[in-house]
């Protein structure tokens, strides 16, 4: 599975609508996610919302340029590969 798939299913890899929207409703709820409680909503410039991924992204999703995983033989098209490397330790819990 490619990062991308990865990250895009850490909530839920759920396609059911209805699932998805009580999961939506079930992470609104605790006060900590109330609106008056994050502050990162007090923009509402896409722009800055970009530029805010962009810099968490490589901190966190690529860590901090570290290796996640490398292909067996170095080879970079992971199509080619018959096992793709684990995640590192902590990763999931991360993410």
Same mark, same amino acid.
Request: proline share 6%; charged share 20%; net charge negative.
């Given at each position: 599975?490619?990062?991308?798939?990865?990250? @895009?299913?850490?909530?839920?890899?759920? =396609?059911? $609508? !209805?699932? %998805?929207?009580?999961?939506?409703?079930?992470?609104? @709820?605790?006060?900590?996610?109330?609106? =008056?409680? $994050? !502050?990162? %909503?007090?923009?509402?410039?896409?722009?800055?919302?970009?530029?805010?991924?962009?810099?968490?992204?490589?901190?966190?999703?690529?860590?901090?340029?570290?290796?996640?995983?490398?292909?067996?033989?170095?080879?970079?098209?992971?199509?080619?590969?018959?096992?793709?490397?684990?995640?590192?330790?902590?990763?999931?819990?991360?993410?």
């Amino acid at each position: 599975m490619d990062l991308q798939r990865f990250w @895009d299913g850490v909530i839920t890899s759920s =396609s059911n $609508l !209805t699932r %998805l929207r009580n999961e939506a409703s079930a992470l609104r @709820d605790p006060l900590e996610f109330q609106r =008056s409680q $994050l !502050t990162e %909503l007090a923009s509402t410039e896409f722009e800055s919302w970009t530029k805010e991924s962009f810099e968490i992204a490589p901190k966190i999703a690529y860590r901090n340029g570290a290796p996640i995983g490398i292909p067996k033989g170095g080879n970079m098209d992971c199509a080619m590969v018959a096992a793709a490397p684990v995640l590192p330790v902590g990763y999931v819990v991360s993410a």
